[in-house]
């Protein structure tokens, strides 16, 4: 269950917070390693089978009061300066539901000399003033492997995230038939570059999943991802 579009959009001076944390890691793609503080955003247009943020979301299984918060955008950014990281990664749910209130936070962030990156499920087209904020869009296009059909494809938000020069496209791979279905959707729409991770909970998982993609990545060209986070402390929430 997710909650309106419509009520999402019309709340442009606060955002929908799931949760800020930090300092910690980014765990993920080409800044991994990185010294960031994160602010995950509730509510979320796709629901993945795997999805390891249910918490952001998925009001049958998580209380929405206590998950979810208006906040004024000068209270969230005075939150995450204070971590004091150069880089702020703003993730969800799905942030692109409230572009209009990101790209204000990230409009402050900037100013105040963060680098920002937006994760994105790729599904809503980037405006083209939070373009202009970001550092990049870690865009991350759901496969079958999600369980959602073909519902999470759309060709005109992947058109414009590739076009737009500050995309990386991060794909989660459960099984070696992935690989096609990557490689159709990097040719259908100039998807580069791409990064692969496994699909995983667990050090251990995150491990066995890296040596079984290696050799696939290096076939495509693809870079590969660890999952860090999962690598330092397991499926632990806030790091």
């Not at 503080?37 to 509510?43: D, P, T, V």
């Not at 963060?114 to 003033?129: D, H, L």
């Not at 890296?210 to 632990?236: C, F, K, P, V």
Request: glycine share 6%.
């Amino acid at each position: 269950m997710t909650l309106p579009l419509r009520s999402i959009a019309q709340r442009t001076e606060q955002l929908l917070v799931n949760e800020l944390f930090g300092p910690t890691f980014q765990g993920e793609g080409p800044s991994a390693g990185q010294r960031a503080a994160f602010l995950r955003l509730a509510a979320c247009n796709l629901a993945c089978s795997w999805c390891d943020s249910r918490h952001s979301w998925d009001w049958h299984r998580y209380d929405k009061e206590a998950e979810m918060r208006h906040v004024p955008i000068e209270t969230v950014a005075t939150e995450l300066l204070a971590m004091e990281t150069d880089l702020v990664v703003v993730t969800g749910g799905e942030p692109l539901l409230q572009a209009e209130a990101v790209t204000r936070l990230a409009r402050t962030l900037r100013a105040a000399g963060r680098v920002v990156e937006v994760e994105t499920n790729g599904t809503i087209p980037p405006p083209a003033q939070l373009t202009a904020m970001v550092e990049r869009f870690n865009v991350s296009p759901k496969l079958r492997n999600a369980g959602l059909g073909s519902r999470p494809i759309d060709s005109s938000a992947l058109a414009a995230f590739a076009a737009s020069g500050k995309a990386v496209f991060k794909f989660v791979v459960c099984d070696a038939q992935d690989a096609a279905q990557i490689a159709a959707l990097q040719d259908a729409f100039g998807l580069r570059p791409v990064w692969v991770m496994p699909q995983a909970t667990s050090p251990d998982q995150v491990v066995s999943g890296m040596l079984q993609l290696a050799e696939t990545a290096l076939e495509y060209g693809w870079n590969l991802t660890s999952r860090l986070h999962i690598l330092l402390w397991g499926d632990q929430r806030g790091r």
